[in-house]
T-cell receptor, first 114, second 115 residues
Framework: KNQVEQSPQSLIILEGKNCTLQCNYTVSPFSNLRWYKQDTGRGPVSLTIMTFSENTKSNGRYTATLDADTKQSSLHITASQLSDSASYIC?????????????FGTGTLLAVQP | DARVTQTPRHKVTEMGQEVTMRCQPILGHNTVFWYRQTMMQGLELLAYFRNRAPLDDSGMPKDRFSAEMPDATLATLKIQPSEPRDSAVYFCASALEAGGFYEQYFGPGTRLTVT
């Protein structure tokens, strides 16, 4: 069973609208949770990194939230732009042992239409 | 601007052939990762190195995959013999580990197709 589950698998929204992507994880204990953006044909690029003690982290129009009690995170995109069309991947880093081993979700594919 | 480079960007080969993928990490980074991405599995860690020493290659099929860092500016991932199920995008990432958690910077990937 995948330790990091994302929903929805894909999403289509109109330019200018907001959207929220979800991530549920079972990795415990964990060190940090990251959201990556992956454009088609490119490698993932980090958007936010949150430690287990943080609740929210923003990066421009991207805001990530974390609830360590329910093991859920969300990524909210405000005023979407065409360039936001990409795959968004939730990544959890376990605490203890090799903290640089990342566990990846399978991503949410977002399409922003004009 | 500093970035991870990977070659080749695309590779099509026949089953049984040897495939070598190369990665140049960001100058000064001391940790290098190899990942494989497929539609079904997403991103999976294959191996990683710190200061050129292999630390973990438990994600790699040992019988056919090998990863090395001949020097600080070059990491290689070799598949011999290749199989159709190896078709995927292979990413290299590098990072500067200095205690705590740290950012990984990904290259553009090598898209491998084995026929």
């Amino acid at each position: 069973k995948n330790q990091v589950e994302q929903s929805p698998q894909s999403l289509i929204i109109l330019e200018g609208k907001n959207c929220t992507l979800q991530c549920n994880y079972t990795v415990s204990p964990f060190s940090n949770l990251r959201w990556y953006k992956q454009d088609t044909g490119r490698g993932p690029v980090s958007l936010t990194i949150m430690t287990f003690s943080e609740n929210t982290k923003s990066n421009g129009r991207y805001t990530a939230t974390l609830d360590a009690d329910t093991k859920q995170s969300s990524l909210h995109i405000t005023a979407s732009q065409l360039s936001d069309s990409a795959s968004y991947i939730c990544v959890v880093s376990p605490r203890g042992g090799a903290t640089n081993k990342l566990i990846f979700g399978t991503g949410t594919l977002l399409a922003v239409q004009p | 601007d500093a970035r991870v480079t990977q070659t080749p960007r695309h590779k099509v080969t026949e089953m049984g052939q040897e495939v070598t993928m190369r990665c140049q990490p960001i100058l000064g980074h001391n940790t290098v990762f190899w990942y494989r991405q497929t539609m079904m599995q997403g991103l999976e860690l294959l191996a990683y190195f710190r200061n050129r020493a292999p630390l973990d290659d438990s994600g790699m099929p040992k019988d056919r995959f090998s990863a090395e860092m001949p020097d600080a500016t070059l990491a290689t991932l070799k598949i011999q013999p290749s199989e159709p199920r190896d078709s995927a995008v292979y990413f290299c990432a590098s990072a500067l580990e200095a205690g705590g958690f740290y950012e990984q910077y990904f290259g553009p990937g090598t898209r491998l197709t084995v026929t």
